[in-house]
């Protein structure tokens, strides 16, 4: 009985290990949702921008913009260089809109990041 549990243990732990291994280098994805400034998501619980002139205006007096996806996962846009850099620039263009997002995507204790190779605008829906 202790030779099973510990195998069980070692599996267990093994899987862990490897899970942390593939978070921590990251996964590419695509992401599909709205650029949206991150205050306005968060106290508004907004589905979608109200407008992209306000999440201009949020952005402009900044609020880091943000792309909450259409299952509602928000992904806090990161630099994938060192020193890091804000990707508001990134993003203002899209800001308010619908948006496809492919790159590189990490998570950490619940929190969502992606670091951006490519965002499209999408027709309006």
């Given at each position: ?24 280098a990251g996964i590419s994805a ?18 979608k921008p109200i407008s992209p002139d306000c999440a201009v ?69």
């Open positions: 009985m202790k030779k099973i549990r510990i195998l069980g243990l070692s599996v267990a732990l093994l899987t862990m290990l490897v899970g942390v291994t593939i978070w921590a695509t992401v599909k949702g709205y650029v949206i400034d991150s205050s306005c998501t968060f106290s508004k619980d907004l589905k205006a949020c952005a402009k007096a900044g609020s880091p913009l943000v792309i909450q996806a259409d299952n509602g996962t928000i992904y806090l846009p990161i630099s994938g260089t060192q020193p890091a850099s804000g990707q508001n620039e990134k993003l203002m263009p899209f800001a308010g809109q619908r948006v496809t997002v492919t790159g590189t995507v990490y998570n950490k204790g619940g929190s969502h990041a992606i670091v951006i190779e490519k965002i499209e605008g999408l027709s309006k829906q």
